[in-house]
């Protein structure tokens, strides 16, 4: 099957963990973006990176670019390409774009001028023409165009691939998927020490750690991919695939994962999505205040997500809590290695406590940092002196 080039979307600031799972999946690095990794491969690939990319949120299969200054030279060089290779005259199909150039001012116009493009073809040559719209449920066809360059893709995924399928209770404005399979990532945990997650919300950060220690695909759960509606489709590589990949899971753990929250309601829909995810048995959830939270002996990471204090005045209102962040990493988590992820740099220095790491994220729009903190009993030279004499 022929390759070509792939682009691999992502959030800005994802980019290196997703250089790192291309890699551990066994595809080149050909160059990077701040949102995005290109890399080489054929078709089928493209359904092998939807079923395993954590990070990935779409993944774009290169067809043709060219030179083009106007929406109806668009239109030409979009009707020139053999789009019935890749769908029927009975396809769905939907034009999505990232379009910045001066002869178009509204993004929906060049989207028109690709949809217009491939169905006039169809019905020239065939007599017949796919329907379209704007569902991103079966094919997608991607336009980039940026002042005179214009390159041309088929959206594989279709939905993001932060939609895994699992979080049918998202509960107010929960951290990405994709986003926290990459903080997860960020820590470097893989399994064999104990995950705890207060203040879990909806249970993104305890799920995601849950598969990637259980090496189960992320796009397992998913029964719908853009690939599935192109003319090319093989349902037995793609059933080949998911089956490699749920033999290549784990079962257990020998470690735990903690999920807590003081909110009821938070926790119900972190055990639902559990379940639908299939890690609910390996995710142990607990009501109560996070300076409450249980933690095993032993070592490991406490990873938490407080709020930001983005509406008017709530900054003021959460200093008390990030300080009390700090006061539960030096009271209850020695031996631990503590996180705290905020997109608020003021309010972080209420923790108290020097950082080792500063990692760079993006939620959205909002730069947020990943803060690392090694958590000692006493002073840190106290805590050097003591593993001296154990050694």
Known sequence: MRESKILVTCAKGITPFLKEELRALGFPILSEMIAGVLTQGSLDDTM???LHLRTGQRVLYFLNSFKTDTPEELYEKITRMPWEDHLTEKSYFAVTSAVRTASITDTRFANLKCKDAIVDRFQRRLGRRPDSGPKRDQA????HWQDEDCSVYLDT?????????????????????????AVVQATGWNGKSHFINPMCGSGTLAIEAALLALNKAAGLLRSNYGFMHLKWYNAFAWNAFRKAAREAGRKTLDCKIIATDNDQKAIQSARQNAL???????????VCDFTETPLPEGNGLVIMNPNYGERMGEAAELESTYKALGDFFKQKCQGYTGY?????SELAKRIGLKTKRRIPFFNGEIECRLLEFEVY????????DATALKE
């Open 377 to 384: 009993e006493g002073s840190k030279e106290r805590a050097l």
């Open 276 to 286: 639908t995810a299939g890690v609910d048995r390996l995710i142990e959830f607990k």
């Open 48 to 50: 092998k990176l939807n």
């Open 140 to 143: 997608v066809i991607f336009l």
């Open 157 to 181: 995924s279709g939905e993001p691939l932060a939609k895994r399928g699992y979080r049918k209770i998202p509960l107010g404005a929960p951290m990405q998927e994709t986003l926290a399979a």
């Open 340 to 344: 705290v992820f905020t997109g608020n």
